[in-house]
């Protein structure tokens, strides 16, 4: 006959795996001023434009990723973001020339592995084609 410690050890090892999968603590996300800085990459059909973030406040576009360091830069100027919300003002190049172009305003959505850009205000057509993109992170 077997031992009824057994039928109790049985039980508190199922609860024991049944709290294992249970919810974990989730790391808190880092906030969108620290997530944004680095380089993405817009991927075909969209395109091979890149662009660099730095955590100064500069933002630089090039056609292509081996390009964001050549000059002239496709566009160059300044980042701010509040919360999801990113304005880009292009102070060189590409949307600089007229200044109602010069600023966009769009919510994104930052993760380790990409931005995803959705218009809010922009009236360069050039740089709104982001709009609905994800352009994915280089570093």
């Known amino acids: 006959m077997r031992s009824p410690w057994i039928w109790v050890w049985l039980v ?11 919810p974990r603590a989730v790391p808190p996300k880092r906030p969108n001023t620290e997530l944004i800085v680095g380089e993405y ?20 576009l090039a056609k292509a990723r081996a390009q ?3 000059e002239p830069p496709l566009a160059a100027g300044t ?20 200044p109602g172009d010069r600023t966009g305003v769009y919510t994104v959505v930052i993760s380790k592995i990409g931005i995803h850009f959705t218009k809010v205000e922009d009236s360069c057509e050039r740089r ?3 709009d609905g993109q994800t352009w994915w992170r280089i570093k």
């Open 41 to 60: 990459e817009r991927h075909p059909p969209d395109g091979q434009t890149a662009v660099r973030f730095r955590g100064d406040g500069s933002v630089r």
């Open 12 to 22: 508190a090892l199922g609860q024991l795996a049944a709290c294992a999968d249970g």
């Open 68 to 70: 964001l360091d050549a």
């Open 79 to 98: 980042w701010k973001i509040e919360g999801g919300r990113l304005t880009l003002t292009y102070d060189q190049g590409l949307c600089a020339d007229r």
């Open 128 to 130: 709104s084609a982001i």
